[in-house]
């Protein structure tokens, strides 16, 4: 999270234009983070999305296999599919 905060206050520093920033926190335990909210509060055009932990997410991804397979009915499943939803209409 700081180093998300670095790269934006050098981006402004080096005069390089941001649109807009979307900020996604994998692997989150327990509900929000504060600290993206008050992040995406302090940045123009700024989207903070939070991806839930998961133990079968884990085990999916070290045996390289995909998201998918959790099911539409999975809470991980479901955040990153409102996350993709919201960022075609942020973009």
């Known amino acids: 999270m700081e180093t998300v905060g670095r790269l934006v206050s050098?981006?402004?520093?080096?005069?390089?234009?941001?649109?807009?920033?979307?900020?996604?926190?994998?692997?989150?335990?327990?509900?929000?983070?504060?600290?993206?909210?008050?992040?995406?509060?302090?940045?123009?055009?700024?989207?903070?999305?939070?991806?839930?932990?998961?133990?079968d997410l884990a085990n999916l991804n070290a045996e390289g296999r995909s998201l998918l397979e959790l099911g539409e009915s999975d809470h991980v499943f479901r955040a990153v599919k409102a996350m993709s939803d919201q960022l075609i209409h942020f973009v």
């Open 10 to 55: 050098l981006a402004k520093e080096m005069k390089i234009e941001v649109g807009c920033l979307a900020l996604v926190v994998n692997g989150v335990r327990g509900q929000q983070i504060p600290v993206v909210e008050q992040m995406a509060e302090g940045m123009i055009q700024c989207k903070a999305f939070t991806v839930p932990f998961s133990d």
